[in-house]
Each structure stands twice: as C-alpha cells, then as structure tokens.
C-alpha cells in the first residue's frame, strides 16, 4: 500500500483523534463546570456534599455551566473557602427564589447568599453575569483583594455586592436591591459602576481609602423613599470622581475627612436634601447641585477646593461660584 | 484491518509530533497552567515561563502556578496583548518581606510578567504573590488589574513615558509603581511609591516607609492632578525635582526635562514628611491644593520659580 493511500485512510481517524483529543484537553484544563444538576447530586467537586452550597475548597478556575438555581431563601448557592478562586458566570445566573419580590422584600426573608467567601480567601474573582433573588445578599466577598467584572447583583432581599479590602469593582451593577447596593471595604476601587434603585445606599464604604469613578447612583423607586437610604456613604480618605448621583433620601454624599471629589453632579430630586455631609455634620440644602472641588470649610477636615457649580437654591460657604 | 492499524498508528504518531497549540477559536491563543508544563505554544519550552514569542493576542484560560519562575516570559517582535480573563499568575509569596526572596531577583526573574523586548498590553485579572516585580519591561497599557502582595515592584516600566496605567488595584507590593501615565488607579500600603510623568485621578494611600524622606510617595515629572494623597509615610507629593528623574531620563537641573511641573487640584493631607514638595528648580505650577490638611501658601495660583520656601504643608527646598 502507498503510502498516499495510507495517509488518505488516515486523514478521517486523524480528524476524529484530533477533535477527540481537543476536546478532552480543554475538559481537562479548563475551568471545572458547575451546574444545578452536579450540585444536587454532589457531584460538581471533590468533597462537596449533595445539594447547595457548592462549597469550593480549592483553588482554581471554574464555570459555570447552566444557570444555577435554588429553591429557597435560605439556602446559598456558592461558598468559597480557598484563595486564588476564579468563577466564570459565563453570561448564566445564579438564582435564587425572592427575584420576583426585588425590592419589595426585606433583610430577613431569608439567610440565602449566592456567592460568599470566608475572609481568609484572598483574590477571588467574579465575572460575567448575574446573581439575583437571593433571600440575604446577593455577593459576599469578604476576604481582601476580590475582583468583580461585568456582574449584575439584582433583586436580592439585602444588600448587593459585599467586597472586602482592596477589592476592585469594574463594570458591574447592583440592581433593586432590598439592602444596599455596594458596599466596600477600605482601600477598594469602584471604577464604571451602577447602583441603582436600591432600598438601602447606593454605595457604602465606611472604612475609607477608596477611589469611587464613574459610578451611576439613581434611586427613583418610591418604595425607597423614607427609609435609610442615600447615596454614597465613604470613609476618610476617599475620592469620588466623574460621576453621578441622584437619589431622594439624605444624604447623598457623605464622605470622612480628607476626602476628595471632582467632577461629580449630584441631583437631590426631591429637593431640600442634605447633598452632602461630613462627619455627621448636617448638610446643606439644594434642590439641585454639582460639585467639583472638595466640600465647604465649616465641615471637619475639609478644605475647599476650586470652585462650585451651583444650580437651584444651593449655598455653599467656603466656596466660589465657578466663572 | 490491518492498513486500519496502520493508519491508527500513523495518527498517533502525527500526534505525537506535532505540538499541542492551544485551542484558538478566536484566533487568540489560550495560556493555562496544564499547557504550561508542557509548553503552549511551538517555541515554548515545557514549565514555567510561559515564552510568547509571536506577536498576537493570548489569554489566560486558568490560573497559572509558577514556583522559582516567572509566569510569562514576552519577547516577541511586535505587540502583544495578553488577557489575564479574571485570572490569575498566582505565585507562591505572600508579599510580606519576610516571607520574600532573600536575595532580590534580578530583573526579570521571578516576575508576574517579564519581557526583554517587546511592547506588551494586560488587562482584566491579578498578578499577586510572585518574588520579583508583577510586571514588568515594556507595557505599554495595563488595565484593570489587581497587582497585589508581590515582592518586588507592582509594575516597573524600563520606559516609563510608554506605558499607562488604568483602573489598577495595587496593595501591599514590595515596590512601586513606575509608568508614564497612571488614571484611575489605587495604590494602598506598598512598601514604595508611585512615579510617573502623569498622575490624575488616583489615590494613594499608607505607602512608602519610615525615613523615605529622600523620596516622595508620589512624584512626577509633568502633571498630578484630582489625586488624593494622604497618610503615607514619607513626603506626600513632589513634583518635578532631580529626585523624581525617570530612569532612564538623565536631567540635568534648569533643562527641559525638568521644567513644567503641575500640580493642581489636589488634596495631600496627613503624611508624614510633608506634604507638597515642589521641585528645586523652575516651571513648577502648584495650584489649588491642599498639602497636610491645610490650604498651600495660595491656593488660587502660584508659581514657584527658584523659590525657597517651606511651610508646613508646602515645601520648595
């Protein structure tokens, strides 16, 4: 037999050997898929227990491979207990049962997380779709350095995003929520954020030293109204910039003490707000104001800085008026 | 059944032969840790570092595991651009020095990234834990990365001005930040500072260490401005100056290199060793500052030019 003849013959088993082979290889090094079906069974890792949470002990890659889904408001969808874990949502869902309540539903309904990690797991990351409906929170990042991209946490009874220190958010939004939509331990960066529609605030970083860009903070839900909500709550040493914030509760701004912000429009919408507010202090009365430059003298720890854009009834002392 | 056999046989062996290129579908070739003991790519050298030595685009399919290697080694003849895709070049340090090499690596060694040659752009994932710098040789753009508890530098540009930096999370790195253009960023308690030529709207925080007095905590050659400065441990912003000299700039004082320096708009507040340091010669605009917490000497506009003048926030040596 030529050898011609013995390559033609060959060329369909090498076809078929190779896509065999191909196959297998990215089964083998790529991420490791989660589904409900495997974690019903217990099937998705190593170690892990039939039904939810899919408890993730090691490090590593993995994908989801269908939507998540779980049954009730107490259970949680995804514990993480080791550093160095990436989970591709990979455009699916993790759902939990309260997405039709959204914001409607309280703290409390229930003690369900969709995804959490203990506070020892150091950079954990997120990416690529959606966490809603669960019967507590819908993102639990507590250990440091975590990373968020382009995940929307919507329609959770509490709070949204939860990221521990030095954490990075970029490209993500936090929906409807029925407890605040992010909040960030110290030194975190939000950077192109949205957090809208949220019963509790927008953003709240208490511990300070984050750096807050281009985040959107809407609050038009009238179910909102009344309770504690607002806009962005930030610990000393903390910058905000490029954004927007319109909310109804009070305050829309606070920051701590060194603080910087530039370039931010605040729209108070339902008028004699306190826009803004430093350490407690009260506000200052607008209906409708954008800020660039740091906040009034007469607050603790700030210093004016620049100048103010002024529109409506606002007064800012310490400031000017920008030409 | 048994020209079958050979056909088989004939596979295995082209299989054997040929190497195991990892799965492009876009046309961009996929990097991961099981692929790296084996070598990615032709040229590519079983363990770790993965070698890129063509241009293109790459992407992280898993988090990568190097131990006394770098992560990925670039020297291609072109442009690279590697997407860490929310993963991770996860070395086995923990930042802390005692923990760190003893002996420093050279450069090049130990690095999330290193490169010789070629211009490279990374974005979207972490370096973290390595024993030299995270990256480091010629990138041209990092975006959105997390860089943190690695020994050496977060991020060392041979030359600066090429490279920006955007959306970085920098924490707890055993050195610094060099590049040309840093947005958007956040560096918080590495051992050193950041240096560039442009620095706007970024924070910095809790870096530096005791008796850095010689070195700002930030310092730039052309531009700071909407940054946030605050509770470092040595100076807090210094601009232009001999000691704020890119390497590898050579300025020599009352030359080009070292006029035009900006400052503007910033707050500097709570460092240690002061708070605006303004360079020792001309072109320095400081403007509408705050330097430790209180305003500079005229926070409308002032320009120093061969001044001395020190006050408790702003300093001209």
């Given amino acids: ?323 | 059944m048994r020209s079958r056999g050979k056909a088989i046989a004939l596979v295995a062996a082209l299989v054997a032969a040929s190497p195991l290129v990892a799965a492009a579908r876009d046309g961009v070739r996929e990097i991961n840790h099981a692929c790296a003991s084996r070598g990615c790519f032709s040229g590519d050298s079983p363990g770790y570092p993965v070698t890129i030595g063509t241009p293109g685009a790459y992407r992280l399919t898993s988090n990568l595991e190097p131990i006394g290697a770098s992560g990925l080694d670039v020297h291609a003849f072109g442009r690279v651009d590697i997407d860490l895709n929310g993963f991770a070049i996860d070395g086995p340090f923990d930042g802390a020095s005692a923990n760190c090499p003893s002996t420093p690596p050279l450069v090049g060694q130990l690095a999330g990234i290193a490169n010789r040659s070629a211009r490279y752009r990374v974005r979207n994932g972490f370096i973290r834990g390595m024993g030299g710098a995270a990256l480091q040789g010629y990138p041209d753009r990092v975006d959105d990365v997390v860089l943190h508890e690695n020994c050496g530098d977060a991020i060392y540009s041979i030359i600066p001005r090429t490279t920006a930096v955007h959306g970085v999370q920098a924490f707890k790195n055993g050195g610094e930040i060099v590049a040309g253009q840093v947005h958007s960023t956040i560096a918080y308690e590495n051992s050193r500072f950041m240096r560039a030529r442009s620095v706007w709207g970024s924070l910095v925080s809790f870096s530096g260490s005791a008796g850095a007095a010689q070195s700002a905590v930030l310092s730039a050659d052309h531009f700071v401005s909407g940054t946030l400065v605050t509770q470092n441990l040595g100076p807090g912003l210094r601009v232009s100056g001999p000691q704020t000299l890119l390497p590898p700039l050579v300025c020599i004082p009352h030359t080009v290199c070292d006029a035009e320096g900006l400052s503007v708009d910033n707050a500097v507040t709570g460092n240690r060793d002061g708070g605006v340091i303004a360079g020792i010669d001309g072109g320095v605009l400081v403007r509408g500052n705050t330097a430790n917490g209180a305003p500079d000497v005229d926070s409308l506009e002032t320009i120093a030019i061969d001044v001395n003048l020190t006050s408790t926030g702003l300093q001209f040596p």
């Fill in chain 1, 1 to 323: 037999m030529s050898a011609l003849v013995l390559l033609a013959r060959a060329i369909p088993v090498v076809a078929v050997a190779l896509v065999m082979l191909g196959g297998h290889a990215r089964a083998a090094e790529g991420a490791l898929p989660l589904s409900t079906v495997c974690a019903l069974a217990g099937t998705c890792l190593p170690g892990d227990a039939p039904g939810f949470p899919i408890t993730i002990a090691s490090s590593g890659s993995y994908r989801l491979a269908e939507d998540l889904v779980v049954a009730t408001p107490d259970e949680s969808a995804v514990s993480i207990q080791a550093s160095s874990v990436a989970i591709d949502l990979a455009g699916f869902s993790i759902r939990g049962p309260t997405a039709a309540l959204g914001a409607t539903c309280a703290t409390g309904v229930g003690s369900g997380i969709g995804v959490q990690s203990t506070a020892t797991a150091t950079g954990v990351s997120l990416r690529n779709g959606w966490v809603s409906g669960f019967g507590a929170h819908g993102i639990v990042l507590r250990g440091p350095a975590s990373r968020i991209d382009r995940v929307n946490a919507d329609h959770n009874c509490g709070d949204g995003i939860t990221v521990g220190p030095a954490s990075l958010v970029v490209r993500t939004q936090a929906l409807d929520n029925g407890g605040r939509g992010i909040v960030a331990d110290r030194s975190s960066l939000l950077r192109a954020v949205s957090s809208s529609e949220n019963v509790g605030r927008a953003v709240e970083a208490g511990n300070g030293f984050v750096l807050i860009e281009a985040l959107e903070a809407t609050e038009d839900d009238l179910l909102s109204f009344g309770v504690a909500g607002g806009g962005v709550v930030a610990g000393p040493g903390s910058m905000l910039r490029e954004s927007a914030i319109a909310t109804r509760e009070m305050p829309a701004i606070q920051m701590g003490t060194d603080s910087l912000l530039s370039d931010v429009t605040q729209q108070s919408k339902w008028g004699n707000g306190d826009v803004l507010t430093a350490s407690g202090v009260a506000g200052i009365k607008a209906t409708a104001i954008g800020y660039r430059g740091a906040v009034p003298a007469q607050y603790p720890g700030f210093v004016p800085i620049g100048c103010v854009l002024l529109a409506g009834t606002g007064i800012l002392p310490g400031f000017t008026v920008c030409p």
